[in-house]
C-alpha cells in the first residue's frame, strides 16, 4: 500500500511525500498522532480484522478504513465513507490502483476535506481521484451560481431590471470558478500557478461557455423549469471542464474532438435527466 500511495508515475512527487504516511502498531509502543491525521487504513487477509484490537485504533478518534485483501472474495465497500470513530469494511483482490479506485480512493478523499490538493500533490496515485472531488465541489458551486441567477429571472420587475446584469455576473462568476478550479487541479498534479498554462487550458473552459448560453436558450423557453435546466447545465459543464483538465494531466494532451464530442453527450444527457427529475418533483410538490 505504501509502494502504491508513493508510486512516482510522471516525476513530480513531493520530496516531503513519505511523511504523510506512518505504520503503526498499536500493541507496540505508544502510537502519537498529530492534529494533521485524517483517516487509519488497517491492512489485513481475510479474518484478520476479527481478530485485531480494533478498539485501540479507535482510540485515536479517526475514520477507520479496514482493508481485507482476497483474492478469491467478491469486491465489497461501504455506502459511504467511515465517520470519525468508526470502521468501514472494504474488500479487494489485490491492492492495486483499478481496484482501490473504485471506493475506497474515493471514499478516503472524502476524509481529506480541506486538504485534497495536499494530498494530491504527495500522494500521486490518489490525483484522479482528487481532481474528481475538486470538480464534483465546483460544479455544485455552479449549480447553486446559475440557480440563483435564474431565480432573479422570473421575480417580476426585479428580474425585468436585473436579469441581464445578473445573467452576465453568473457567466463571470461561473468562468472564474471553472479557471480556479484549473489552478487547482493543477496544483494537485504538482504544478505551480502559471498563466502560460492558464492560457494553454483556456479551451477547456471555452466548452463551458457554450453550455451556459445553452442553459440560457432553454430556460428563456421553459418558464420555471428554466431555473431546473440552467443549473443542471451549468453543473455538467463544469463537470467537463474539470474532467477536461484532469484527462489533460493524466495523459499530457489535451482530448481529441471525437473523445471531447462523446463526454459533452454523455453530461448533456445527464443534465438533461437531472432537470427533468427536479421538475417531475416541482409538479409532484404543486398537486
Same mark, same amino acid.
Given at each position: 500500500?505504501?509502494?502504491?500511495?508513493?508510486?512516482?508515475?510522471?516525476?513530480?512527487?513531493?520530496?516531503?511525500?513519505?511523511?504523510?504516511?506512518?505504520?503503526?502498531?498499536?500493541?507496540?509502543?505508544? &502510537?502519537?498522532?498529530?492534529? #494533521?491525521?485524517?483517516?487509519?487504513?488497517?491492512?489485513?487477509?481475510?479474518?484478520?480484522?476479527?481478530?485485531?484490537?480494533?478498539?485501540?485504533?479507535?482510540?485515536?478518534?479517526?475514520?477507520?478504513?479496514?482493508?481485507?485483501?482476497?483474492?478469491?472474495?467478491?469486491?465489497?465497500?461501504?455506502?459511504?465513507?467511515? #465517520?470519525?470513530? *468508526?470502521?468501514?469494511?472494504?474488500?479487494?483482490?489485490?491492492?492495486?490502483? *483499478?481496484?482501490?479506485?473504485?471506493?475506497?480512493?474515493?471514499?478516503?478523499? #472524502?476524509?481529506?476535506?480541506?486538504?485534497?490538493?495536499? !494530498?494530491?500533490?504527495?500522494?500521486?496515485?490518489?490525483?484522479?481521484? !482528487?481532481?474528481?472531488?475538486?470538480?464534483?465541489?465546483?460544479?455544485?458551486?455552479?449549480? %447553486?451560481?446559475?440557480?440563483?441567477?435564474?431565480?432573479?429571472?422570473?421575480?417580476? @420587475?426585479?428580474?425585468?431590471?436585473?436579469?441581464?446584469?445578473? /445573467?452576465?455576473?453568473?457567466?463571470?462568476?461561473? &468562468?472564474?470558478?471553472?479557471?480556479?478550479?484549473?489552478?487547482? +487541479?493543477?496544483?494537485?498534479?504538482?504544478?505551480?500557478?502559471?498563466?502560460?498554462?492558464?492560457?494553454?487550458?483556456?479551451?477547456?473552459?471555452?466548452?463551458?461557455?457554450?453550455?451556459?448560453?445553452? /442553459?440560457?436558450?432553454? /430556460?428563456?423557453?421553459?418558464?420555471?423549469?428554466?431555473?431546473?435546466? %440552467?443549473?443542471?447545465?451549468?453543473?455538467?459543464? &463544469?463537470?467537463?471542464?474539470?474532467?477536461?483538465?484532469?484527462?489533460?494531466?493524466?495523459?499530457?494532451?489535451?482530448?481529441?474532438?471525437?473523445?471531447?464530442?462523446?463526454?459533452?453527450?454523455?453530461? %448533456?444527457?445527464?443534465?438533461?435527466?437531472?432537470?427533468?427529475?427536479? +421538475?417531475?418533483? @416541482?409538479?409532484?410538490?404543486?398537486?
Amino acid at each position: 500500500m505504501r509502494a502504491l500511495l508513493l508510486q512516482d508515475y510522471d516525476a513530480t512527487i513531493a520530496f516531503d511525500a513519505p511523511a504523510t504516511l506512518e505504520t503503526i502498531d498499536p500493541l507496540g509502543r505508544p &502510537t502519537v498522532i498529530g492534529p #494533521d491525521a485524517r483517516a487509519v487504513i488497517f491492512l489485513g487477509r481475510p479474518g484478520d480484522q476479527e481478530g485485531a484490537h480494533m478498539d485501540l485504533l479507535r482510540r485515536l478518534n479517526l475514520p477507520i478504513f479496514a482493508l481485507t485483501v482476497d483474492p478469491v472474495a467478491a469486491a465489497a465497500y461501504p455506502l459511504a465513507a467511515p #465517520d470519525v470513530g *468508526e470502521t468501514g469494511a472494504y474488500t479487494v483482490a489485490k491492492i492495486d490502483r *483499478e481496484s482501490l479506485r473504485v471506493k475506497f480512493f474515493p471514499h478516503l478523499i #472524502d476524509r481529506c476535506k480541506g486538504i485534497e490538493i495536499a !494530498v494530491g500533490r504527495r500522494l500521486p496515485v490518489l490525483r484522479e481521484t !482528487v481532481a474528481a472531488k475538486l470538480t464534483r465541489d465546483a460544479a455544485t458551486s455552479a449549480l %447553486k451560481i446559475a440557480a440563483a441567477s435564474a431565480i432573479v429571472d422570473y421575480v417580476p @420587475l426585479f428580474g425585468v431590471v436585473l436579469g441581464i446584469v445578473v /445573467s452576465a455576473g453568473d457567466t463571470v462568476a461561473i &468562468t472564474g470558478l471553472q479557471i480556479v478550479l484549473m489552478m487547482q +487541479i493543477g496544483a494537485a498534479y504538482g504544478k505551480d500557478p502559471d498563466v502560460a498554462r492558464i492560457w494553454e487550458l483556456l479551451p477547456v473552459v471555452g466548452g463551458g461557455l457554450g453550455w451556459r448560453a445553452l /442553459s440560457r436558450e432553454l /430556460s428563456g423557453f421553459v418558464p420555471v423549469a428554466g431555473i431546473a435546466i %440552467k443549473g443542471a447545465i451549468a453543473y455538467a459543464g &463544469t463537470i467537463v471542464v474539470g474532467e477536461g483538465v484532469g484527462f489533460y494531466y493524466e495523459h499530457g494532451r489535451h482530448m481529441t474532438a471525437a473523445q471531447a464530442a462523446i463526454l459533452y453527450e454523455e453530461r %448533456k444527457r445527464g443534465a438533461m435527466t437531472f432537470a427533468k427529475d427536479v +421538475i417531475a418533483r @416541482l409538479k409532484r410538490g404543486g398537486k
